[in-house]
């Protein structure tokens, strides 16, 4: 089976699936979604001045490049197969993982 420790999991309202991290100075916390659904992705962000390069994030296999603010970050975006797909920030250093499931009803903490 597989462990989800550590992952955020979407919770799944109105058609949507909504997840939210906060970035630290690790970095980014890894996400579980579900394939077929949009994702509504918040980084939440306490002070943006303190993180350097991960004050932006990279999602290639979504096509997704965006600076962050201090505050909520929004990502939109719909996973259509399932797998690992790798973010970053803009240099590539810091990754952290998404992980698109088939159900997530089928995934327990």
């Known amino acids: 089976k597989d462990n989800y420790d550590g992952y955020e999991i979407a919770i799944i309202k ?42 932006a994030i990279r999602i290639p296999n979504f096509d997704i490049e965006k600076d962050l603010n201090t505050g909520d970050n929004i990502v939109n975006f719909t996973p259509t197969k399932t797998g690992d797909f790798m973010y970053s920030c803009s240099m590539g250093m810091v990754t952290s993982n998404i992980k698109v499931v088939d159900n997530l009803e089928e995934v327990s903490k």
């Open 14 to 55: 109105d058609g949507r699936q909504y997840v939210t991290i906060e970035l630290t100075s690790r970095g980014y916390k890894p996400i579980l979604v579900q394939k077929g659904i949009p994702v509504t992705f918040n980084i939440t962000v306490d002070d943006i001045s303190k993180y350097g390069c991960t004050n």
